[in-house]
């Protein structure tokens, strides 16, 4: 986990901010699971100011046509969620959608245009309502500020971790909180936006403000994660403020909106870099930080065409320092610098090597690279020598595991 | 092998064409290796117009460095090229390709300047001009009309077959050839150019048509073949032309220079089909086939998307119908159709079958889809239902077997 100053991280994850509860059940979504949590709900006790990002896919799953229209009003107050099937390319998906919402508000007595809803699993295969019909009323009895943790187990599918997060900060002398959970495995490539996360709040700020600061922080978390290059239908990315923390209501892009777009920034980013983490069959997150670049796009296209590379994803999966891979990956990412001035180092807790200068290989120690890469978190970094703009990007390598679970994921 | 009216396949590859030579030793390039040939030639008794195509990847092998000088004239007459080694990234790379050049010149007796190098192998390794050296001499004088074979499995990395190829054809009632041999399994997905292919031919033509003609052929067929995504640093596409097939100098855009054409269509289509079927770790050829797009552009797109996406190439791996990966990667293309109007079938030497219509999946035998899926040639027909335009573009399957091979290529 990535630590901020003046952010401490708490328990609690989608749960932790003023307002909000969760759950999770086991409803029996994808036939033969009786073992694990599939449909979840987050609930605030205010109507929430709301901003969303879905997927740039032309296919859009059923959720996100929903979910859209729930949300032309800027508020939301519930979000219904399961996994197991992804309710997408399904004649009557809308209805559906539509009908998971309509349950959830009735067991929480709220309006149906309040609620927001997601999915997420196989494509193209009808979603059974009645299983969740049946559950919803014993999720929303079983709501709790404890609940993130079923929540999120409930929205896994090839995960093999739950990813929740949440940090603690002050704004105007008032405790505020900003957690989520996220999902995310396979089918990552966020293209304005990502897999399906779920963030609370309780800073009271403008609607405005915080769609804006949305987009601007998942330009540079989500959005620079890629485990397969595949992005998904399904893609959904929610941000709920309660307003409960008694902030004075930020309304322009002042120091308290700062405070708030790093708290933003903390979780999002801790979160991304654990769905890297979490990528189908990984056994390790790479992240690359691309140095003196241009500008700050040329870092950003240069860092995600690395993590991206397939032979480079092989090579780190053998912890094998063929950096020869790495810089073909930056040669061929579409942007404009001068190849020969690259640098490239390897590095992880066990240590730094430079493995090219100039655009060409130095002499380095094999035995250091196999042990530096050896390790399950590994950073190449890489200098463009050619300016000031810098970029993070975070991915996995690609093993054996990945094309097992693919291969056998629907069957 | 897909054939051609007009075209008949003969055997000789890249030596068929009148006055063209070829031939592969063992030169022990790649440490320990001495039993598979790393060094080819390829001669002509004439200076052949030539023309030619580069990696777009601004990390370029240092013989590609060295072609384009010697090319500036648009003649050659000899090639020299070895595998094990990709000669690229080192800071003396120049000077050994401009070496193996001369070697070869003072081999053959001809000029420096008539020489093209090609170097296949592994990024950043210094390249040993001496088992060069020592085979040259041996090397030229065993070049023959039979040769091409030998040349053929001197530039094979982790190929697993010989791609070869040769067609005859008519121009003025003189016979005419082309032929070629290519190389490329791993660190595929050519982007204004292509992996390592020498193209040869005896038809007499102007020297910008050759280069137009190779332009737009390779724009058609190894632009469209994907393997993993990686563009390589020492992609080359020669085309030589001998003009000793007696034909009238083809100078226009004429019926002869469409006959020209698509013979280069029918040589380099068949050798981009083998590239993709003998993908890394491959066990099957997937053509995706994309009709009724508002643009030849955008059928491209489509096309490719469809044949690079992991999530479907693991699919077909195990013979799976997962049509809603197929339409993920075809709603995520950069291009602009509408979706909901795109059908998909899935045909092979079994049979074929709509699995999806409308932008939505129909039912199907999932036991007829697995049948068809089990054949080792796959096609996935596409249809946007928004115009005239189309386009094939060729991939293969993600396997254990892939990653396995990127995982240990180096060491």
Redesign the interface.
């Known amino acids: 986990m990535v630590k901020f100053k003046g952010y401490e991280f708490v328990e609690g994850g989608v749960c932790a901010a003023e307002g909000f509860t969760a759950g999770g059940v086991i409803a029996g979504i994808k036939a033969g699971n009786t073992t694990k949590r599939d449909l979840a709900m987050i609930s605030c006790t205010e109507r929430c100011k709301t901003a969303a990002l879905f997927t740039?896919?032309?296919?859009k799953g059923a959720p996100i046509i929903v979910s859209r229209e729930h949300l032309k009003d800027g508020y939301a107050q519930a979000v219904i969620v399961n996994s197991g099937n992804?309710n997408?390319?399904?004649?009557d998906g809308v209805e559906i959608a539509e009908k998971m919402c309509e349950l959830c508000a009735q067991a929480l007595n709220i309006d149906s245009d309040d609620v927001l809803v997601g999915s997420t699993g196989?494509?193209?295969?009808k979603l059974n309502i009645k299983p969740i019909k049946i559950k919803i009323p014993t999720l929303a009895k079983s709501l709790s500020k404890d609940g993130s943790g079923d929540a999120c187990e409930a929205i896994m599918t090839t995960d093999t971790r739950k990813k929740e997060l949440a940090v603690e900060f002050e704004l105007d002398g008032k405790k505020c909180r900003l957690g989520g959970i996220s999902k995310g495995s396979?089918?990552i490539n966020p293209?304005m936006c990502t897999m399906l996360a779920f963030i609370t709040t309780d800073v009271c700020i403008n609607g405005e403000l915080l769609q804006k600061a949305l987009r601007k922080v998942n330009s540079l978390t989500y959005n620079m994660v890629s485990v397969?290059?595949?992005?998904?239908?399904n893609d959904t990315l929610i941000l709920m403020s309660s307003g409960l923390a008694g902030n004075n209501e930020i309304i322009c892009e002042d120091k308290n909106y700062e405070i708030f777009e790093n708290a933003l920034y903390a979780v999002m980013m801790n979160l991304a870099r654990e769905t890297a983490r979490d990528g189908e069959g990984a056994t390790k997150l790479v992240e690359c930080m691309v140095n003196g670049a241009p500008d700050e796009n040329t870092a950003k296209v240069v860092a995600k065409s690395v993590i991206?590379?397939?032979?480079v994803k092989?090579?780190l999966?053998?912890a094998?320092a063929?950096?020869?891979?790495i810089?073909?990956?930056?040669?061929?990412a579409d942007a404009d610098?001068d190849?020969n001035a690259v640098s490239v180092e390897l590095a992880s807790a066990k240590g730094k090597l430079t493995v090219?200068a100039d655009?060409?290989?130095i002499a380095f120690s094999e035995d250091s690279a196999k042990e530096i890469l050896s390790e399950d978190e590994i950073k190449i970094l890489v200098d463009l020598h050619s300016g000031e703009g810098s970029a993070i990007a975070w991915g996995c390598d690609?093993?054996?595991e990945?094309?097992?679970?693919?291969?056998?994921?629907?069957?």
Not at 228 to 233: E, I, M
Not at 404 to 410: D, G, H, M, P
């Open positions: 740039s896919n032309k296919v992804a997408t390319c399904n004649p196989v494509i193209g295969q396979g089918m293209n397969d290059g595949d992005t998904s239908t991206s590379s397939s032979l092989a090579a999966f053998a094998d063929n950096w020869g891979r810089l073909c990956a930056i040669g061929y610098f190849i090219c655009g060409a290989g690609l093993t054996f990945y094309v097992k679970i693919n291969a056998e994921y629907r069957t």
